[in-house]
């Protein structure tokens, strides 16, 4: 999200749309689009800058994030938080670039690739059209480059794809909210929603140092995943919070659980 919607230029597009853009160390306006904007941060965000930096999530985001309530839906969402400096700078950026290239949030990989989705209905279905547009800024002199792509092409070389794929359940949350007649989280569900979304290492303390597998039904197969595997863990936290917000019945209670 950027704060002058203004300077945006809106324009459906596809996968096969072609255009020109390149950005490098040298370029006049490098690191200039890394200041004075709102980056909204997914889950898998979360998950690779918290391991780049070797801290725990619940570290990460006390340090370096802010949560934004959603106002209709009280939905919790996470966003990076920028330095208290005149530019309201990314503290992982310098001038020699960004210290976490690698690992950056999938809004800074799309950049200057701007992503949508619009619900259509179709027959009796409702479809989710994923869409493309550009975000072109005055200070941005990438446009003025050789170096030509399609949408398709620039996903893939900047590993946003992968993200994607990554983030896919997590975002039907994000439809959901605007879909009316959705009801406000309470408090409960609002946190459950931001530790299962968010807060990986305290959904693993609570998965295992609660009596949550005493409560619900999982096979020791599925357990020893949840132990090792960091993106399956992710996972099931997006499965409990469609248990929790009562969008599919995709745990099951052991028996005798609901009594004790």
Known sequence: MRPD????????LGLNTRFRFRCYKGIDCFTKCCSGIDIFLTPYDILRIKNRLNISSGEF???YTYTHIDEKSSYPFVMLRMLDDEKKSCPFVTPEGCTIYTDRPSNCRYYPVGQGILKRKEGESIIDDEFYFFIKEPHCLGFKENKEWTI??????????LYDEM?????????RIKTPG????????QKMFYMASYDIDRLYRYIFQSRFLAVFEINEEEIERLKTDQIE??????RYIKYILMIENTLKLRDGSLQS
Do not use: I, P, Y
Request: charged share 45%; proline share 0%.
């Open 182 to 189: 959705q009801t406000e989280l309470d408090d409960k569900r």
């Open 167 to 175: 983030n896919r359940d997590w975002k039907m949350f994000l439809l």
């Open 152 to 161: 398709e092409e620039w996903r893939k070389d900047q590993e946003a794809s």
């Open 61 to 63: 985001l006390e340090k």
């Open 233 to 238: 863990l992710m996972k099931f936290g997006f």
């Open 5 to 12: 919607m203004s300077s945006v230029e809106h324009l459906k």
